[in-house]
């Protein structure tokens, strides 16, 4: 495979990951209510659903979500849901001198169910795969594109989350926290009208 696709697919990667999207929102709110661990333990969520959207398209399974619709559309319904739950559970939560995880709640489950059922991850994933590295490739060259989204989307979740973690940054976010909570909750929310839309 030609090093600059490579190379392209890296970058579109790295851009997606960045991008504020429900992904980038629960690796924040997982991070300040926890620790690094937990935004560590978020990111891995994230990325094994990342690697169960990754297996059926470099599989060549994208046939389920093109000749299926209904699949899809379940799948953005349950996604729509999930994080508007999540978005409106920031909104109205009040700010307190301590921000902890609920018992109840796992980093690495939420991360893993907000990756595996935001239809727009299959979207980006099919269309990365249809059209900068096309039909024609080996199953290798897929699997290669797979492995270098994996790990830029694996690098960044980790700086995100060792950078938020640091007391310093930790501190003056968690002072604003309210602020935090409506900007960080509103994102999930906006996007999950947006899927219903």
């Not at 190379?7 to 991008?19: K, P, Y």
């Not at 709640?105 to 893993?112: D, E, I, M, N, T």
């Not at 290669?144 to 995100?160: D, P, Q, T, Y």
Request: aromatic letters at 10%.
């Amino acid at each position: 495979m030609d090093v600059t696709l490579l190379a392209s697919v890296g970058s579109i990667s790295l851009l997606a990951a960045m991008s504020p999207g429900p992904d980038f929102a629960m690796i924040v709110k997982n991070t300040l209510a926890g620790s690094f661990h937990s935004g560590i333990k978020t990111a891995l969520g994230i990325l094994t659903a990342l690697c169960i959207h990754l297996t059926y398209i470099t599989l060549g399974l994208e046939f389920l979500i093109n000749d299926y619709p209904m699949v899809f559309k379940g799948v953005q319904i349950l996604g729509a849901l999930y994080l508007l739950y999540l978005g409106t559970s920031m909104l109205i939560k009040k700010p307190s001198s301590t921000v902890e995880l609920s018992e109840y709640q796992s980093p690495f489950l939420s991360g893993f169910l907000c990756n595996l059922l935001n239809p727009k991850v299959m979207v980006f994933l099919l269309a990365l795969f249809t059209e900068i590295i096309g039909r024609n490739s080996s199953r290798i060259e897929a699997a290669l594109a797979a492995s270098v989204l994996f790990l830029v989307s694996l690098a960044w979740f980790c700086i995100l989350a060792f950078s938020l973690s640091r007391p310093m940054i930790k501190q003056r976010l968690l002072a604003h926290q309210r602020k935090v909570n409506v900007v960080m909750g509103a994102v999930l929310f906006l996007f999950a009208l947006k899927m219903f839309i």
